[in-house]
């Protein structure tokens, strides 16, 4: 049995129809056919420039070395210096 996808936006299901009619198609298959043909807006790391690629794996290469210097109990966490509402102190 196949499995179902439910669409609890208005604005998905009218535009999932409207394409569908445009396309002359199910809404099934006209999804499928606009999936299949869905391309990331970013490229993937293989499909990078040389230059790119370099600017990526400097990034990552200072990431790793980041990471190496946190120190332990660190963490992200700014409570004490916000109020209940958001605001700072």
């Known amino acids: 049995m196949a499995k179902q996808l439910n669409i609890r936006n208005d604005e998905v299901y009218e535009r999932a129809h409207r394409i569908a009619a445009d396309m002359r198609k199910p809404v099934t298959e006209a999804m499928l056919t606009l999936l299949r043909s869905y391309k990331p807006r970013l490229p993937t790391v293989e499909e990078l420039t040389?230059?790119?690629?370099?600017?990526?794996?400097?990034?990552?290469?200072?990431?790793?070395?980041?990471?190496?210097?946190?120190?332990?109990?660190?963490t992200s966490n700014h409570d004490d210096m916000y109020d209940e509402f958001g605001l700072p102190k």
């Open 50 to 74: 040389p230059a790119q690629r370099a600017e990526y794996e400097a990034l990552r290469a200072l990431s790793r070395e980041a990471a190496k210097r946190k120190r332990s109990g660190a």
